[in-house]
């Protein structure tokens, strides 16, 4: 046993890479975030963001002078000796600090041979990839919903204004209170890129195939897009991004992309059921624990299936998502060891392939598994670069056709 303990205590690093990589290539918010450390230095860390200038010319002595600046000829005499107003310019102040979440694999049995400890090991690697996957993709999410400086509802009885909420460097802003009565259409979406270009001075994400907001929706929500008359077969192009693991390229999660959208499907997107008295979303879970049995019916286990709750809510929230709008970061002594190095964004802190020996049901050090511990900081830098959009989910009919009759049969 404890050459096979031995085994699988030096394959913790081999398991991490591979993590690393399904999240990369599976994940869509982590493509969404910037990565990066966070040093040691306190509990709860305050970050200062600094604030776009306000040019003298804009000044509130000459508030209109963005629309027409006054420039004065070089060489007349009233250039001469002629200074000069300081710009003024302020800071926003944020605090953030380090969370962590813990979790255990299966347990594998180590009593079995060699070949059949890999293939069930092989099975629990699996088990704990997803699961990591889920827990990573579902944390940057809900953080994006709650701490978003920018909100909107899809309600046709009201004006964009009146449907949208919150400003620049404003953090954890809530929805109007007003539920949704229609989906995203891409008319809506574009106003929305729109004011983040225009009036949030947001900077759109950049590939080699031009500027894009990133668009996360569930799989119905974006073919709803798609059907709009002015999308259909106008998706042409798709950019991507990249991580580095050790000295290998791999790909990132992909986008299809269309005029300055580049979308990602969400599958298991935020669904709610409306507001609670706090004006806070009821959101439902996608899933559910059930009991499951074991081959030959000896003992039981437990399984998620999708929840008929969220499968059935009447409202769904997408995302709008320029870039440099929050930071993840995980603890310095997380990005890696040795030559084995990683982006931070993709470190899952500690695993480690442990069993415990007792005097109960592990006497003899049958039964060994993998602990993680997730430990990450979201630092707000431009929240309102995030928008989450709130509609209603439509009847989507997937049903068939019937078959038109003929004399003949066929």
Known sequence: MAQIQNFASKDVNRIIGQIAKVLARKSPYINSIDGG?????????????????????????????????????????????LGANSDLVGATEYQFQLQTLRGAGPRVCVKQARTAFKGSYLQAQVSLEKTILQIINADIRYQFLIQSGVKYVVNSTRSFGNNITGDMQQINTKFAQVLPDGPLNFKTLYRIGTFLREEMLAEPFASKSGEFFQVMLGADAIESIRNDADVKEDLLYLTAGSFKLGEDSIAGYQFQGYRGFAFGIDQQPLRATGFDGSGNLVLVNPIIQVATTYLGGSGSGFAQRRNPAWVNAPYEVGFVIAGDSFKRLVPESYVGEGTFRFAPQLAMGELEWTYFRDNDCNLYGDFGQHIYQIQRAVQPIRPQNVVPVLFKRCPFDGNPLPCSTSSTGL
């Open 37 to 81: 450390t966070l040093p040691n230095v306190s509990d709860v860390v305050r970050s200062v963001v600094e604030e776009m200038a306000v040019p003298v010319a804009a000044s509130v002595n000459n508030a209109g002078a963005l629309a027409a600046p006054l420039f004065q000829d070089d060489a007349s005499v009233s250039m001469c000796g």
